[in-house]
């Protein structure tokens, strides 16, 4: 990984366990995982990498869409914050699904591996919840995530996989979507 993006991330650390962070708690720590996810990269080592309509088997509740957090925050008790909690953690289970097919050499590894590491780093700055804590419908997809034998496996681009994951990124995270809103119409005005 870049050096530059380790030392934002530490910064982030440091600035948000001490307080010192002006921004929402994990958007400074977002930002990398926000560059990883770019469209260019996404294209170029998720679907050109990969052989034409190839898929990923994963469960049916790992296809998290923006449509599924904005019925999930209808339901009582589904606070933001756990939604932020699945969300890392789905991301997490999707992409070692899509690192267990691709071979030891493949040319998109090295990226999927970053951003597996950057979800972890980002994982270190939310508090460990409890199970019982969770709200009874998170908690339900949680467990159905876990199950090793699902009734029926979905099958899906591995770029789909990240298309999801940061257009909830940008949903769940405010400060996301606000920086890519203020730079989509600077690029309009120029």
Same mark, same amino acid.
């Given at each position: 990984m870049d050096a530059s993006w380790s030392l934002l991330l530490?910064?982030?650390v440091l600035q948000i366990s001490l307080g010192l962070s002006t921004a929402p708690k994990f958007c400074s720590a977002l930002h990398p995982l926000e560059a990883h996810l770019?469209?260019?990269?996404? &294209?170029? +080592? &998720?679907?050109?990498?990969? $052989?034409?309509?190839y898929t990923v088997p994963v469960h049916y509740e790992e296809v998290f869409r923006v449509t599924n957090v904005t019925r999930l925050l209808i339901h009582k008790g589904v606070t933001e914050a756990s939604l932020q909690e699945l969300w890392l953690y789905i991301n997490k289970e999707v992409l070692k699904k899509i690192l267990q097919v691709l071979p030891q050499k493949h040319p998109s590894r090295s990226y999927v591996q970053q951003l597996e590491? &950057? &979800?972890g780093l980002i994982e270190q700055l939310f508090p460990q919840p409890k199970e019982d804590e969770w $709200? =009874?419908?998170? +908690?339900?997809? +949680?467990?159905?995530?876990m199950d $090793? +034998?699902?009734?029926?496996?979905?099958?899906?681009? $591995?770029?789909?996989?990240?298309d999801n994951c940061l257009r909830v990124? =940008?949903?769940?995270?405010?400060c996301i979507n606000r920086k890519r809103k203020?730079?989509?119409s600077t690029d309009l005005s120029a």
């Amino acid at each position: 990984m870049d050096a530059s993006w380790s030392l934002l991330l530490v910064t982030a650390v440091l600035q948000i366990s001490l307080g010192l962070s002006t921004a929402p708690k994990f958007c400074s720590a977002l930002h990398p995982l926000e560059a990883h996810l770019n469209f260019s990269h996404r &294209l170029q +080592y &998720l679907k050109h990498n990969f $052989p034409i309509s190839y898929t990923v088997p994963v469960h049916y509740e790992e296809v998290f869409r923006v449509t599924n957090v904005t019925r999930l925050l209808i339901h009582k008790g589904v606070t933001e914050a756990s939604l932020q909690e699945l969300w890392l953690y789905i991301n997490k289970e999707v992409l070692k699904k899509i690192l267990q097919v691709l071979p030891q050499k493949h040319p998109s590894r090295s990226y999927v591996q970053q951003l597996e590491h &950057l &979800l972890g780093l980002i994982e270190q700055l939310f508090p460990q919840p409890k199970e019982d804590e969770w $709200p =009874e419908k998170i +908690y339900q997809i +949680y467990t159905n995530v876990m199950d $090793p +034998y699902p009734a029926a496996w979905k099958k899906v681009t $591995p770029k789909a996989l990240l298309d999801n994951c940061l257009r909830v990124m =940008e949903k769940l995270f405010p400060c996301i979507n606000r920086k890519r809103k203020r730079k989509q119409s600077t690029d309009l005005s120029a």
